[in-house]
């Protein structure tokens, strides 16, 4: 007969199956913003890199964004956590509500890797041939 789980293991391992779940689910759409964001303005960035933009430049341009995007998510997300905390206080095992590493640690976690997320639409962007995004309609 197979080792059964116990009940107080499942509870844990679906709460941080369902977070990564979510943090996954939170980077594809970011990604997906962002591309659709860097396609929408192709002719844009193709006339700046014409002009004479320099990478550096163009891919500031588009991480702008991101970095507010991501900073507006942390801080709205942070605040919400530390209210919900209280309602979700019996399931915390081993900490309290409003555990500050915790959730400075989180907040950074989420932030670095909603920060990569945007990075890829952003060095594509740095890669626009500028006569072809002239062209571009």
Do not use: C
């Amino acid at each position: 007969m197979p080792p059964s789980l116990s009940e107080s293991s499942i509870e844990p391992t679906l709460s941080s199956a369902f977070g990564i779940l979510a943090t996954l689910l939170a980077v594809v759409g970011l990604y997906g913003v962002m591309a659709f964001t860097v396609a929408r303005r192709t002719r844009e960035i193709g006339l700046r890199i014409a002009l004479g933009a320099a990478t550096g430049d163009v891919l500031w341009l588009v991480m702008r964004e991101v970095v507010m995007l991501v900073g507006t998510g942390v801080v709205l997300g942070v605040i919400g956590a530390w209210v919900v905390s209280t309602l979700v206080r019996s399931q915390l095992y081993g900490l309290t509500p409003t555990d500050p590493i915790t959730i400075v640690g989180a907040a950074l976690l989420l932030g670095v890797v909603a920060l990569l997320a945007g990075y890829i639409p952003a060095r594509r962007a740095t890669r626009v041939n500028p006569v072809r995004a002239l062209r571009y309609e």
